[in-house]
Nanobody, 125 residues
Framework: EVQLQASGGGLVQAGGSLRLSCIVS????????IGWFREAPGKEREGVLC????????SYTDSVKGRFTISNDNARNTVYLQMNSLKPEDTAVYYC??????????????????WGQGTLVTVSS
């Protein structure tokens, strides 16, 4: 059974940092792209930052460039989203997802098969 477990959300002031974790079981990170998505109230789910561990390719939305990074811990089968310099507009429920996705579709949420539960990130001004 494939499971993705996201955690690490919380309340933070603008300019602060948070690290989200996604523990993955039941599939190999070498075969799947892991993506972090977010969904703000009234907005469509957005691909934030996605990683293929097999070839190291990433894809990110421009609004997080230079502030968010994605990494993984092989031993723990965990993917992290480090979020720095947070802004109120980063407030959303964040999800991790896994899929066999081609590079051009990395940030297309419909391309992913497996989803974790969301974790809420709230950035106060």
């Amino acid at each position: 059974e494939v499971q993705l477990q996201a955690s690490g959300g919380g309340l933070v002031q603008a300019g602060g940092s948070l690290r989200l974790s996604c523990i993955v079981s039941g599939l190999s990170l070498d075969e799947y792209v892991i993506g972090w998505f977010r969904e703000a109230p009234g907005k469509e789910r957005e691909g934030v930052l996605c990683l293929s561990r097999r070839d190291g390719t990433t894809s990110y939305t421009d609004s997080v460039k230079g502030r968010f990074t994605i990494s993984n811990d092989n031993a723990r089968n965990t993917v992290y989203l480090q979020m720095n310099s947070l802004k109120p507009e980063d407030t959303a429920v964040y999800y991790c997802a896994a899929g066999r996705v081609i590079l051009s579709s990395y940030r297309d949420y419909e391309a992913y098969n497996y989803w974790g539960q969301g974790t809420l990130v709230t950035v106060s001004s």
